[in-house]
């Protein structure tokens, strides 16, 4: 049988207990689960009934441990007369280590699903990240074959799940948001979220704000932990996903993103040596060859959003891209390219 999200939740607290160097007897693992699990329900709803955790469970949740994970306690620990549980291994957690026989056998089932549309692409990619999950043991590693961005040191992730979930089950949040500038003096915006969108190497998060026309981004770093709360008495606004995808598809980023007044036409001169990595790679799809000569391409973007992010992009080109238009775009990375130039040679 599948693990259901509140043994999940208790499996992740018992795997955090289990870490401790001193260890904790089973009375003391029933309690302070308990307590972390009902004092996490009163902050998150209203009317939740308190989870009862007795010895019996936590003993029976070890031996889970011990038979889907291999997990190994170290033996012989008392205080008193009550024996104390810890892993053999305290900077080990089970969770980093495999995925256990009843996750990979419903991953395995979620394979078989999703291969009855294998001719899409983004089921093919699933296909084959989930796949290689399930194949995730002792000398059969996907990490040994592949590895993908990721910044370990990346705040804001605590609020993932939840924002994950406002956006699935379409509820109305509230949330605490500060910039960097203003660290000190969040606000607290109400929103009907959307998407939850990587960039860079950090996450955000696409959103309606209560009383808006506009879209809006939040970036997870800036928002604070624990102050996002269901909105049970707002309704939510459903999204408009074609615009949503349209306007994403013509910016670089996602600064200025839903602003129509900050997009342009953009004409570009590329080096012919570099040419091909644009072509293989495109600044954004819709990106049309002008016209060309023996020693470089023009090319036009389409409707594309003029912000910071684009103007990072093109300056990572060096002397292979030359903005040609508009004229405020090419005075703007002149201006940089030249603050940058004094920069290196005072």
Not at 58 to 76: L, N, T, W
Not at 93 to 102: G, M, N, Q, R, T
Not at 136 to 163: A, K, M, P, S, V
Request: proline share 3%; charged share 35%.
């Amino acid at each position: 049988m599948p693990v259901d999200k509140h043994v999940m939740e208790r499996y992740k607290l018992l795997d955090k207990l289990f870490r401790s160097e001193a260890g904790y007897t089973y009375n003391e693992l029933a309690d302070k689960v308990r307590d972390s699990l009902n004092a996490d329900n009163v902050d998150n709803a209203d009317n939740v009934e308190k989870e009862e955790i007795s010895v019996r469970t936590i003993k029976a949740d070890k031996k889970y441990f011990e038979e889907e994970y291999d997990a190994v306690f170290r033996e012989g620990l008392k205080r008193g007369r009550e024996k104390v549980i810890r892993y053999e291994d305290t900077d080990a957690s089970v969770f980093a280590a495999k995925l256990s026989k009843e996750e990979k056998g419903v991953i395995g089932k979620l394979v078989d699903m999703l291969q009855l549309h294998e001719d899409i692409p983004q089921y093919r990619w699933a296909i084959f990240l989930l796949d290689g999950l399930t194949r995730i043991d002792e000398g059969d590693d996907l990490g040994n074959y592949i590895e993908f961005e990721n910044n370990l040191y990346l705040e804001g992730l605590e609020n993932f799940r939840i924002l994950m979930e406002a956006c699935m089950e379409k509820f109305v949040i509230s949330l605490k948001y500060a910039t960097f500038k203003q660290a000190e003096e969040p606000k607290i915006y109400t929103v009907s979220p959307y998407l939850l969108k990587q960039y860079n190497n950090r996450w955000f998060l696409i959103c309606k704000r209560t009383g808006s026309s506009h879209l809006s981004t939040f970036p997870l770093d800036r928002i604070k932990v624990d102050s996002i709360y269901k909105e049970t008495e707002m309704k939510y606004e459903e999204p408009d996903w074609i615009a949503i995808g349209k306007e994403l598809g013509h910016t670089i980023g996602l600064t200025f993103a839903f602003d129509p007044e900050k997009r342009a036409d953009v004409i570009i001169d590329v080096n012919k040596d570099r040419y091909p990595y644009i072509k293989t790679k495109p600044i954004i799809s819709d990106q049309d060859i002008v016209c060309e000569d023996e020693e470089k391409v023009r090319l036009s973007l389409k409707d594309i959003t003029i912000n910071k992010e684009l103007t990072s992009l093109l300056l990572s080109y060096g002397p292979d891209v030359e903005v040609i238009e508009p004229k405020s775009l090419r005075d703007d990375i002149s201006q940089k390219a030249k603050a940058l130039y004094l920069k290196y040679n005072e």
